[in-house]
């Protein structure tokens, strides 16, 4: 990252949820510090590429909108995730391309069209405080972001970017990548230690049933509500949490944790979501209707290794 810091954007209207996530926050949680990181992996993933920032950039995820944003300089920017009906000054904003804007211009942020998350990404990348390796922000450890204490933005806040000679330009993302968050969509799990505790017809229902996404769903992770679970084990001595763990409470409905998770939790569980299995969870609106799918090691670590392959 370069020493010298440049005003990008001056927020106008502070949304409910926009934080500054870089690729997260990794070998920590022993010292029960969470990840962090890009919610929707996938989208973070191509804002980023599309501006020709090197992997682990730093970019804005905006989770339900209402942002706006006021340009400080020109910038050439990605805007990739989510449709949540982001105009340019007075336009519908291109999303999964490169945009070229002037300082004066503004962004806006409406309300979820298509998609949770949508992700903005700068030429040069955002700048933010490393803390403990990553400008991740946590909310609720006071972590990363802006300004290092984990503050989602704020009226009149500046966003700084670094600098950059070449800016790309008329880049688009594959139309196979450009993601229709709407669709009904089917979730890789890898069966996890405790599979072989749940009962026979817990486990054909996982597979076979219906999940909706429940409202009670944030960073930290997606409660999913379906036919109940049951499971002889109640609860484990505590173990590491991974991004993707479906955890099983005692009521039987499964939950699915993300970047935000905790460290260590003692519920038994089903199985673990891929990481783009994750990051399409991450998109889903409360109500949404998903299937699961058992997955083998093997054919996720492929599916992952040709993913990151198009990045690095």
């Known amino acids: ?11 106008s209207r502070a949304g409910p949820l926009a934080l500054l996530q870089d690729a997260g926050r990794f070998g920590v ?23 020709d920032n090197p992997w682990g950039s730093a970019a804005l995820e905006v989770t339900f909108g209402g942002l706006k944003l006021v340009a400080e300089r020109d910038l050439t920017i990605a805007l990739t ?35 949770l998350r949508s992700y903005l990404a700068v030429a040069g990348g955002f700048c933010g405080d490393s803390v403990m390796g990553s400008a991740s922000c946590v909310v609720r450890e006071q972590l990363g972001g802006f300004d290092g204490q ?10 700084t970017v670094n600098p950059v ?14 993601r229709d968050y709407r669709q009904t969509t089917t979730l890789d799990l890898l069966p996890g ?61 499964p939950i699915a944790l993300l970047n935000d998770r905790q460290t260590i939790g003692g519920y038994p569980r089903l199985g673990n979501l891929t990481p783009l299995a994750a990051s399409r969870l991450a998109q889903c609106m409360p109500g949404q209707t998903l299937q699961l799918r058992a997955a083998g090691i093997d054919q996720a670590v492929r599916q992952h290794r040709k993913f990151m392959a198009g990045f690095r």
């Open 81 to 115: 995730g989510a449709d949540l009906g982001i105009r340019h000054n007075d336009k519908a904003a291109p999303r999964w391309r490169t945009l070229a804007i002037s300082k004066g211009n503004t962004l806006t942020f409406g309300t979820p069209v298509n998609g």
């Open 29 to 51: 949680r022993h010292l029960g510090v969470t990840q962090g990181g890009p919610a929707d992996l996938h989208a973070w993933a191509w804002a980023n590429h599309l501006t």
């Open 165 to 178: 000679k070449n800016r790309p330009e008329g880049r688009v993302a594959p139309e196979a990548e450009q």
């Open 193 to 253: 230690a405790q599979v072989a505790a749940f009962a026979g017809k817990s486990l054909y229902d996982a597979f076979n049933a219906q999940w909706q996404v429940d409202q009670r769903a944030d960073r930290m992770g997606v409660r999913l509500t379906g036919p109940k679970l049951r499971c002889s084990v109640a609860s484990l001595v505590s173990e590491g949490i991974s991004l993707g763990a479906v955890q099983v409470p005692p009521d039987g409905q």
């Open 1 to 11: 990252m370069s020493a010298t810091r440049l005003t990008g954007f001056r927020v």
């Open 150 to 159: 984990g503050t989602s933005l704020r009226e009149n806040d500046a966003l």
